[in-house]
Nanobody, 124 residues
Framework: QVQLVESGGGLVQAGGSLRLSCAASGRTFSGNAMGWFRQAPGKEREFVAAINWSGVITSYADSVKGRFTISRENAKNMVYLQMNALKPEDTAVYYC?????????????????WGQGTQVTVSS
């Protein structure tokens, strides 16, 4: 059973930065694209960013383009989300998951069971 564990969230002022991490226990990310998603209170989970297996191809939601950067370290089985210039509207629980390609990641179904997520709160 794959378990996804997200970490790195916290409380930050608007304009600040955070770096989220995602690790998978039970298997490796081998061959899979990975992505980040978020869910704000009262809203559905939405796509944030995706990266292919090699790390060459990335995609982002329009709302985070130019501010967030997704990366991965396959040797460590880790995926990261660097978040800069944070805004109050970025406040949400952030999740990671996998799929076969960045476009499939963006569809949001997720290849593995969703983890607990990590809370990001941006104060104004």
């Amino acid at each position: 059973q794959v378990q996804l564990v997200e970490s790195g969230g916290g409380l930050v002022q608007a304009g600040g930065s955070l770096r989220l991490s995602c690790a998978a226990s039970g298997r490796t990310f081998s061959g899979n694209a990975m992505g980040w998603f978020r869910q704000a209170p009262g809203k559905e989970r939405e796509f944030v960013a995706a990266i292919n297996w090699s790390g060459v191809i990335t995609s982002y939601a329009d709302s985070v383009k130019g501010r967030f950067t997704i990366s991965r370290e396959n040797a460590k089985n880790m995926v990261y989300l660097q978040m800069n210039a944070l805004k109050p509207e970025d406040t949400a629980v952030y999740y990671c998951n996998a799929d076969q390609s960045p476009s499939r990641v963006a569809a949001g179904r997720g290849l593995w069971p969703w983890g607990q997520g990590t809370q990001v709160t941006v104060s104004s």
